[in-house]
């Protein structure tokens, strides 16, 4: 018997030092874990956000392209208008010089013939009744108000054609900063794109990691389940049942020195 409770004892102190070590080790990979499933999901919260802030970026830029599509499109029309309005004017404004030109050349032949007539003619002078013809006085201003016109004409054309030129200028210039702000955008929708797709990844397999750190706390908790079934009883009275088997033990020395025949000094010496 003494055998028997010596050995339980040596078993139970077994048990004990296990129960110890294993509750101790659960705790710490517990914790371990603990720390990685909240990095984890830090991580994922990180990913996440970063994912729709790229979504918003990609879209904003999408809509930037297209409004300067849009622009870039009106100032074509804008632009086909007045070239074809300036078309109008220039050929409006040479109609009006050929046309007055020609009046000019109609005149200048008409006055031209009546200084001719003014001249004294020969021979006898001209019955009574009839005088000299003159040159009308008011047909030098009428002239000249017809080549001032043409001058006009001629201004507004020279106007109309730098205009033009400007106009053609600005829109060639605006179309390539803006063809050179959307080929920029679209690169940068490209990069975007795929940070935005490296982001996904991650975030998946950084889901997967999480679920795998989620699905080892659980075997945790279970294993530290059963180690409390296993374990609470010797723990909470390991010293009570060791003082009690000790006292067991010795009893039975006791009983068996008597039994024995032995001096009870001698045996409690012995013990």
Do not use: W
């Amino acid at each position: 018997m003494v055998a028997s409770l010596l050995q339980e004892k040596a078993d139970e102190i077994k048990h004990k030092d296990f129960c110890v070590s294993e509750l101790d080790a659960n705790q710490l990979q517990t914790e371990k874990k603990e720390r990685e499933k909240s990095d984890l999901t830090a991580k994922i919260e990180d990913l996440e956000m970063t994912i729709e802030s790229l979504a918003k970026a990609i879209a904003t830029l999408k809509s930037e392209i297209f409004d300067m599509q849009v622009q870039t499109k009106r100032a074509g029309e804008d632009r086909e208008k007045m070239n074809k309005e300036f078309q109008a004017t220039v050929s409006d404004q040479r109609a009006t010089q050929k046309l007055l030109q020609n009046a000019l050349s109609i005149l200048e032949g008409f006055y031209g013939k009546a200084a001719m007539i003014q001249q004294e003619p020969a021979g006898p002078p001209p019955p009574a009744g009839f005088e000299s013809y003159k040159k009308n006085a008011a047909s030098g201003g009428v002239m000249g108000m017809i080549q001032q016109i043409v001058q006009d004409a001629k201004a507004m054309e020279a106007e109309a054609i730098k205009d033009e030129g400007d106009s053609q200028v600005a829109y060639e210039s605006f179309v390539k900063e803006t063809n050179s702000a959307i080929e920029a955008k679209a690169r940068d929708i490209v990069n975007k794109s795929g940070d935005k797709s490296t982001a996904e990844a991650e975030l998946v397999e950084t889901k997967g990691g999480k679920d795998s750190v989620m699905l080892e706390l659980e075997e945790l908790s279970n294993s530290n389940a059963d180690l409390h079934k296993s374990c609470d009883f010797v723990l909470k009275n390991f010293d009570i049942r060791q003082e009690a088997r000790d006292e067991e033990v010795a009893a039975l020395k006791q009983a068996k020195a008597i039994l024995s025949g032995a001096k009870f000094e001698e045996f409690l010496q012995a013990a």
